[in-house]
């Protein structure tokens, strides 16, 4: 196709040259990746079984009490530790001190989760800056500024990546960790991945990304309509490091899709085409783990009541999401009459607040969940991650979790 369209102007013979040699480096153009990404289309791209015999089999495997409780995955990132990961960029640590301060930090993380008897932990997420740029640093195809913060909520700041060119994974990104957490504890270890609506969300992605044969004015008109070829291929980037965790005995992975709603296109008839590939997206991530694996994913602060059956088409074993900022709202969607078959957590409490919630309040919630959920799919979990609270927070709010979720299980069995 000419790179010409009636009505703009043409590009002149340097930008051509120079749109052509880009498209020709290695460093942007992966063409078995762009094939890897093309032959996705037209497929569907579920696991083998439905949610209810794969959460049979999850249970026999991971054998977890009724209401199990779980955190989001972060835990908070102190001082100290924000200037080890800072020292070791600089390189005025050594990887073996680095290695060793970060296992210390996950050690500790896995003690308190055991000693509050939390039942699927997780490790702490030390070893990360950010949610996005974290993997956005060790995938191909991704570029960073040093300075170019942007507001993300309330005092905190990240600095989403830019997408420039094709998207793959180099090397295993969060295996190691996972597998050394996993190695403290006999407790299910949850490897933490953030989705690839999520990573494409909160980048900056190139109008001309991905360079197919469309022309560059082409790309500028139509580039919120393809940016889905991008996200299959970070999907596919994620479906590997999925693989490598599970090959490492991490029995339960989640996929934070905490941005799949953010994402929705300004005009409403262009929702569903969006909504069908970023749900599709999520499901080549974990399409080929086997049934006793099991796949969480986690959505933040939004109304999701008007997505509810592209959540649910998401075919994830367990949800948890913000339900206590938003005064219950999500809640609502299931009294009016939605079935919901997978394993679902509605936040208990709200970790954007320093107010501990005690034992009573927590357990309150959970009885107005159990009046529109079944017992047996529900988890007790806070809203979010815990990185930016306090421990002299974190410690309270999680023992009255666990306390009100004990107090839950035993009514029940009195109640049998």
């Known amino acids: ?15 051509e040259l120079k749109f052509a040699l880009e498209r020709s480096s290695p460093r942007v153009t992966n063409e078995e990746v762009q094939k890897a990404a093309a032959a ?7 696991r083998a079984t439905n949610v209810s015999a794969r959460l049979d089999a999850q249970q026999k495997k991971l054998n977890l009490p009724v209401l199990p409780t779980t955190t989001i995955g972060s835990f908070p990132q102190t001082v100290e530790l924000r200037r080890v990961r800072r020292e070791y960029k600089a390189k005025k640590i050594s990887e073996d001190e680095y290695v060793s301060a970060i296992k210390e930090e996950i050690s500790k993380v896995v003690k308190i989760q055991e000693e509050l008897d939390i039942d699927v932990l997780v490790h702490g997420e030390p070893e990360r ?15 960073f500024t040093a300075n170019g913060w942007v507001q993300s909520y309330g005092s905190r700041c990240v600095k989403p990546p830019i997408i420039y060119g094709d998207v793959s994974r180099p090397n295993a990104m969060t295996v190691f960790w996972s597998k050394m957490a996993q190695s403290m504890t006999s407790r299910p270890m949850k490897g933490m991945l953030t989705g690839p609506v999520t990573i494409l969300n909160w980048s900056f992605v190139r109008n001309d990304q991905p360079r197919l044969r469309l022309s560059f004015l082409l790309r500028l008109t139509f580039s919120h309509l393809l940016r889905f070829e991008t996200c299959y291929q970070i999907a596919l980037a994620i479906k590997k490091e999925v693989e490598d965790l599970e090959a490492g005995g991490i029995q339960v992975i989640q996929i934070d899709e905490a941005a799949l709603r953010e994402g929705l296109p300004l005009r409403k008839a262009e929702h569903a085409f969006y909504l069908d590939w970023a749900v599709h997206s999520f499901r080549i991530t ?30 994830a074993d367990v949800i948890t999401i913000e339900n206590s900022r938003s005064d219950e709202k999500l809640l609502s969607v299931f009294r009016e009459g939605v079935k919901y078959g997978a394993g679902i957590g509605p936040g208990v409490y709200d970790i954007h607040s320093p107010r501990i919630p005690s034992t009573e309040e927590i357990a309150d919630r959970i009885n107005k969940m159990l009046a529109v959920l079944d017992t047996n799919i529900l988890w007790v979990n806070p809203d979010c991650g815990l990185k930016t609270r306090k421990y002299t927070e974190v410690k309270p709010a999680l023992t009255n979790m666990v306390s009100a979720a004990k107090l839950i299980r035993t009514q029940l069995a009195s109640a049998k």
Request: negative net charge.
């Open 40 to 46: 996705l289309r037209g497929s569907d791209h579920r």
């Open 286 to 315: 974990n399409c080929g783990v086997q049934d006793t694996t099991q796949i969480h994913t986690h959505m933040c602060y939004s109304n999701f009541n008007d997505i509810i059956h592209s959540i649910i088409n998401m075919d």
């Open 129 to 143: 800056n950010d949610m996005v740029e974290y993997f956005g640093e060790q995938l191909s195809g991704f570029a």
């Open 1 to 15: 196709m000419a790179s010409h369209i009636v009505g703009y102007p043409r590009m002149g013979p340097k930008r």
